[in-house]
Nanobody, 123 residues
Framework: QVQLVESGGGLVQAGGSLRLSCAAS????????TGWFRQAPGKEREFVAS????????YFADSVKGRFTISRDNTKDTVYLQMNNLKPEDTALYYC????????????????WGQGTQVTVSS
C-alpha cells in the first residue's frame, strides 16, 4: 500500500504562487500516473492535473491551464504542483492521488489518496 503525503499549502494573496509536493512512501509511485485534485467547501472534489509515470504526458483542468504545471522526480518519489497567478477560486483542500493512466485519473479514477493540504487565496 502506498502512502501519499502532501505539503506546501498555505495562505497566499491573489496573483501569488505556491508549490505543492506529494511524497510517496511504502510503495513507489514512480511507475504510476499521479495527480492532484481539489475540493472547495460545499463542492465536490474535482480533477486539477495529472502526470504519467515518466512525466511525458500531462493533463490539466481547463480552469488551471496556463497557470499550473505538474512535474515529478522519480528519484525522490515525489510529484509537484506549481501554482502561479493564484485566484480566490483556487481556494480548496488539495489532494494527491495515484492511479493508472493520466486519462483515467482525469475522470476521477484514483487508487490511492493523500490526506490533503489546504490552499487559501485571499483577494
Amino acid at each position: 500500500q502506498v502512502q501519499l503525503v502532501e505539503s506546501g499549502g498555505g495562505l497566499v494573496q491573489a496573483g501569488g504562487s505556491l508549490r505543492l509536493s506529494c511524497a510517496a512512501s511504502g510503495r513507489t509511485v514512480s511507475s504510476r500516473a499521479t495527480g492532484w485534485f481539489r475540493q472547495a467547501p460545499g463542492k465536490e472534489r474535482e480533477f486539477v492535473a495529472s502526470i504519467s509515470w515518466n512525466g511525458g504526458t500531462t493533463y490539466f483542468a481547463d480552469s488551471v491551464k496556463g497557470r499550473f504545471t505538474i512535474s515529478r522526480d522519480n528519484t525522490k518519489d515525489t510529484v509537484y504542483l506549481q501554482m502561479n497567478n493564484l485566484k480566490p477560486e483556487d481556494t480548496a483542500l488539495y489532494y494527491c492521488g495515484a492511479g493508472i493512466t493520466v486519462a483515467t485519473m482525469s475522470r476521477g479514477q484514483v487508487n490511492s489518496w493523500g490526506q490533503g493540504t489546504q490552499v487559501t487565496v485571499s483577494s
